[in-house]
């Protein structure tokens, strides 16, 4: 129970700082000098319909407010594996949770517990990392212009579609980021391919 309520708050106070962060983000973008409103438009628009792009966005423009946001999505990934056990454990004394403690034990039991920590944890932070690498490039990348920048730090943030425009990047800049993204896909491919033959 204990874990459970320290997770809800931690959860609780990183939504109250990402939505002050998201907000200003949009603001920010919304009065970006010296850009056509088209394009702060489409900026705007990213980080409307993805607020965790607002966390790629501020690397650009404060770096603080970037590792405030970065830092506890990289912690939960790493240690996911021990608080989904913790809250499972917590959620197998209520009735009204069995269905979701039931997915949530399979995926635990026949993934997370049966792929070894040497290639799970890899799997699971890489992503991160990966576009943390094309983005540490990209804020002091003087070839290209500001607002250059800020496509590229919002479209990194996309779901799924963000790891391939960090890997485009690095392809460019960063040849041994993209090899190492190139392998990473390939592993997790593997991985994937060899739960859905188990299933």
């Known amino acids: 129970m204990f874990l459970l309520t320290l997770l809800f708050y931690a959860l609780l106070l990183f939504g109250v700082l990402m939505g002050i962060l998201w907000g200003w983000a949009l603001y920010h973008a919304s009065t970006t000098p010296h850009t056509p409103v088209s394009r702060r438009g489409l900026w705007i628009f990213a980080l409307i319909i993805n607020p965790l792009a607002s ?84 804020g002091g990348n003087t070839d290209l212009k500001a607002a250059d920048r800020n496509d590229h730090a919002v479209t990194f943030a996309l779901p799924l579609f963000g790891y391939g425009a960090a890997m485009v990047y690095c392809m460019k800049w960063r040849r041994v980021w993209a090899t190492l993204g190139l392998a990473w896909f390939l592993l997790a491919t593997g991985v994937l391919w060899s739960f859905v033959r188990y299933l």
């Open 55 to 138: 966390m790629w966005y501020w690397y650009i423009w404060k770096r603080w407010a970037f590792w405030s946001l970065f830092a506890p999505v990289i912690l939960f990934t790493t240690f996911l594996p021990q608080t989904l056990e913790g809250v499972l454990r917590t959620l197998e004394f209520r009735s009204m949770a069995d269905r979701f403690v039931e997915v949530m034990t399979t995926i635990l039991e026949e993934v997370i517990d049966v792929i070894p920590l040497p290639i799970l944890i890899p799997l699971l932070v890489f992503p991160f990392i990966l576009r943390l690498a094309a983005l540490t490039h990209l």
